[in-house]
């Protein structure tokens, strides 16, 4: 959908003083405008407000904010200089400056992996495809890995309880979507813990997302009711 058809719609919403919650409205037809985009390019949005996608229609979708502003910056760069420690030689031990590249995703287990090995590898200044890591400069400081990235924890009592926050699910067709958002968050990207993407969580919905608004990326999660 044009984001013309969006601004007027909008704009409706602005005119109509019979509407008491107009910023919250506004707030999820954007968000409704941006999760269709990035979820399908077929995707359309109805004049009610529906989403149309994946072969079905009129999809009710509910938006709930994961707001991480309060919670504590994720160390998992810490954590991959301990676990790289293992393979440095006594030269290449010390402290190092990793400056990254805008990750088109979130962190997840596997992806600090293959962060981890890049860093191995800048280390000993291997030519090999460098995905993540930009620059890495050797510093004078405390041993350790130190980066451009501030990064948070999205764990499953977070998402429990914007589950809980969000009103019941109505129509035939209802998706719940939970968006993370870097700047209300205070960070730069979020740790998807393993256990919020391999064990189901208990919602009356049909659908469950995490959805990084700015990065665009939707991550679907399990669900048992």
Request: a negative charge.
């Amino acid at each position: 959908m044009e984001a013309a058809t969006i601004e007027r719609w909008i704009s409706v919403i602005e005119d109509n003083d019979f509407i008491i919650d107009k910023d919250k409205r506004i707030e999820n037809l954007i968000n409704l405008w941006k999760f269709a985009a990035c979820y399908d390019d077929n995707a359309e949005i109805t004049g009610d407000g529906l989403l149309n996608a994946n072969g079905k229609q009129d999809i009710n979708v509910s938006f709930t904010d994961i707001s991480l502003e309060h919670a504590p910056k994720n160390n998992f760069i810490s954590n991959i200089f301990s676990a790289i420690t293992t393979v440095l030689d006594d030269k290449h031990n010390g402290a190092y400056y990793v400056e990254l590249h805008n990750q088109q995703y979130n962190y997840t287990s596997s992806r600090l992996l293959e962060l981890e090995e890049e860093i191995i590898n800048a280390i000993y200044g291997r030519l090999t495809p460098y995905t993540q890591v930009k620059k890495i400069t050797k510093v004078a400081a405390s041993a350790g890995i130190y980066t451009n990235i501030t990064a948070k924890d999205c764990t499953r009592n977070d998402i429990d309880n914007a589950i809980e926050d969000t009103p019941e699910p109505k129509g035939p067709e209802k998706w719940l979507v939970l968006v993370l958002d870097r700047l209300a968050s205070h960070c730069d990207s979020f740790y998807i813990n393993d256990d919020v993407l391999l064990q189901p969580f208990k919602t009356d919905y049909d659908k469950l997302f995490l959805f990084d608004f700015y990065k665009c990326e939707i991550i679907p999660l399990g669900i048992s009711k």
